[in-house]
Structure formats: C-alpha cells, structure tokens
C-alpha cells in the first residue's frame, strides 16, 4: 500500500514524461495495445508524439524539446528529439505487454492510455515491495529490521521513479526481491531444485535483460559453492538454470527482433552517453567495471538522479548522498564479512561485492556486443536491482545487535517519509 500511495503521489505530481526515454516505452506498449509489434526504427505513433508535446518532458534531449502541443498535426515526426524514432523497440515484451492491458482497460473508463500504463509499473513495484519483505524474512531477519530495509529500498531514488513512469525498470525491485529469495533458497536453506531458478531467470530477462543481473549474480555464487565446496555440489544446479534460463530467453529474442530491423540500422541515440569501441579503449572500459567508472554505491546523485524536478527536493537530495555512501561503505564491509565471517552474512557479502562488478560486465559486453559502443560510465539506472540484495545485507548487520533494533526501522521510516514529501518541499 505504501508503495501504491508513493506512485499515485509521484504521478500526479509529474505528469511529463520523463527523460530517460518514457515515450519510447509508452510508444512500445501503445503500439501493443492496438494489435502490432514495432521494431528499432520504427516512427512514433501519433499517439505517442501527442503525449509527449501535450505532457511535456523533464528536460530536454541534446538542447531539443518536442514541439508545441498545438502544433502536434503540422509537423513532420523528424521534428522531434531524436527524429521521432523509437529506439528501444529492442527490449523483451513481457513487460509493455502488460502494460498495454492495463493502458487499454484505463483507456475504456476514459483515463488516459499512459497513466493507465504508469500503474502497470505501479503494480509491479509495490508486488515487488511485499515480495522483498517476504524474501529478507527468509533469512531469519526479524520484522523490524525487514520492514526497514524494504522502506530504504523503496526510498533509493532512481528505484522508486521505476514505479512512476512507463518503463521496464519497473520490474527492478521484483527481481532484486527474487535474487534475495533465490540466495536464501540455497544458501541458507539448501534447496538447489532447479525449476524456480530457471522460470525466474527466464522471466526476468523476457521482461527486461538487465534487471536479471543480481539473479545472476547468485546464479554465479551457487557455482562457486558448487565448485569449491564438496558438500555442495547440488548447488550446481540452480546456478547453471539461472545462466540458462537467463541465455535462452535472451538469445531467442534477440534473435528474433534484431532480425525484423533493417540490417543498416543505427539507432538515433548512439552516442549520447557511448563511445565507438576499439581495441584501445579496452583499458578504459576495464574502468568502467572495476574503476572509478563502475557503479560502486549503485546510484550516484550528482549523475544518475532521474526524478522529474517536481518530485526532487534539498532534503531528498540529501538522503540520497548518504544512501550512496552507505551503499558504498557496504563494499568493504562486504568483503570483511566474505573473508572473516559465516552463514547469511559471508555470502550476502559475497553478492554486495560481485553485483557492481557483474553489472558493469554484462553492460558494456551487451553494448560492445550489440552496436561496437561502450559506456564512458557506466549508469547508475543499471545497477538498481541490487538494492535489494543491498538492503539484505544491512538488515543482516543490524540483525547482528539487539541494541540497535530500531535503527533501520526508523531509518527506513524517515527515508520514505522524505520520499513522499519530496513534492511538497523547495
């Protein structure tokens, strides 16, 4: 519920799209809910280039903004940002599939299509809240410290804008929320059935392919169990369903929809925060993984802040810089805890370390892959779905100390506090 109230709050409150491509997403699901599959390149519907001059955006693109709402009928598609084209028709559909129902059933009882789809992402984010709460109680973490963590989840900043706008960052906290539970299952509990892992990993990565990475960071540590520890050879097997499930699903799209494009496309957006990759770069792109240019504290303010100005204010500025340095503390911590401890907090450690890294890998892999272009830094955005794993491992050091029982409750309550108000406030 409180999830739902931050999203409803948040969408009155800002109702332009937001500038880390919302029409494209808005566009992709649109374009489902009357019946077609659009591919990278296509136009804009009509639709989608009258909400977005109508609406208004946070910002601009490159210095342009879209033209005036009431000259929408008169201009040709190119005289929007980045040609009126959309981009990232790439993504796997399982998300934009469902928000074009729930855009289509808002669209019948008169609301309009994309905040319709804005409470699609609604939906997924506060299943994903409950689920993360239910998932860090698998550890044998007590209410109050899993009530806090889930509270500082909800209030990282980038996380929460996922479940505001129209795009398949919405998923993010389910699937960090998954990775928790998948963790516990077998780490904690020694379950290495791997049925749940692979539909997980599956359906993660058909909804959106980097919010599988904190899934796959676990699917890495049941490897390694698996490997290196005689006693836990069975956890091979949830660790090669996640990479599985995860490399199907993704290669079967990817095949698929790259190949409805045409073969000299080049996306309008290349190089507004990528460069040409060769050879040379290689060390720079080593920077970007395990460098002053990789994630570490997952979100950077000064960087990777994406609330529409409307939902910002100085005091949540403020908790965010000290969510980055918490989340940046966490790392050493993290490894203290894989070298000198046991149980929950040893692999939990293990994770809060690998995830900054591995996400750093699969990014600029996929874009050097993809289009020969790779990160200057890479984005906060792509490293959210480890907050939750994050947020498990601080309730497992506070779990540690009844003297401090109430510090992460009452942390968590603060932080969604200022979340809230934020709108409210200068």
Not at 29 to 46: H, K, M, T, W
Not at 111 to 134: E, K, N, P, Q
Not at 351 to 370: K, N
Request: with cysteine.
């Amino acid at each position: 519920m409180l999830s739902i109230i931050w999203s409803t709050v948040a969408a009155l409150a800002a109702p332009a799209l937001s500038n880390i491509g919302e029409w494209t997403y808005v566009d992709y699901a649109y374009r489902i809910s009357i019946g077609e599959l659009p591919v990278q390149g296509d136009n804009l519907s009509p639709y989608t280039l009258e909400t977005w001059s109508c609406r208004g955006m946070d910002g601009d693109i490159r210095g342009e903004t879209p033209p005036p709402c009431d000259e929408v009928t008169e201009r040709p598609v190119t005289d929007w940002p980045l040609e009126g084209e959309n981009y990232n028709t790439f993504h796997p559909p399982l998300y934009f599939a469902f928000a074009a129902g729930v855009g289509k059933i808002a669209d019948t009882v008169g609301i309009d299509f994309t905040d319709g789809a804005r409470f699609a992402s609604a939906l997924f984010g506060a299943v994903g809240v409950a689920a993360l709460y239910g998932a860090i109680r698998c550890w044998g973490i007590g209410k109050r410290n899993s009530a806090g963590a889930t509270l500082i989840a909800m209030s990282v900043p980038a996380l929460a804008l996922s479940s505001v706008i129209v795009h398949n960052d919405a998923v993010s906290m389910m699937a960090g929320a998954a990775a928790v539970w998948l963790a516990a299952r077998v780490v904690k509990h020694g379950n290495y059935g791997w049925i749940p892992p692979f539909l997980i990993a599956a359906g993660i990565s058909l909804t959106r392919t980097m919010s599988v990475v904190a899934v796959l960071a676990v699917g890495g540590l049941a490897i390694l169990m698996g490997l290196f520890q005689k006693d836990q050879r069975g956890a091979l097997k949830p660790g090669f369903a996640i990479a599985l499930g995860t490399m199907l699903s993704y290669v079967a799209w990817t095949v698929f929809q790259n190949g409805r494009r045409p073969e000299d496309y080049v996306p309008s957006i290349t190089g507004l925060s990528t460069d040409p990759f060769t050879a040379g770069d290689t060390l720079a792109v080593i920077n970007t993984i395990v460098g002053a240019g990789a994630p570490w504290g997952l979100t950077r303010p000064s960087r990777d802040w994406y609330l529409d100005p409307s939902l910002n204010s100085w005091l949540l500025e403020g908790w965010s810089w000290l969510l980055f340095a918490v989340f940046l503390i966490a790392v050493p911590v993290g490894i203290y805890c894989a070298i000198k401890r046991t149980g929950a907090l040893r692999y939990l450690g293990i994770l809060v370390v690998l995830l900054p890294i591995l996400t750093g890998l699969i990014v600029q892999a996929r874009e050097i892959a993809s289009v020969i272009a790779y990160f200057r830094v890479v984005p906060g955005r792509y490293a959210i779905t480890a907050v939750p794993l994050y947020v498990a491992f601080i309730a497992a050091l506070a779990q540690q100390k009844d003297t401090v029982r109430w510090v992460l409750p009452a942390a968590g309550m603060a932080g969604y506090a200022v979340l809230l108000l934020s709108p409210l406030l200068p």
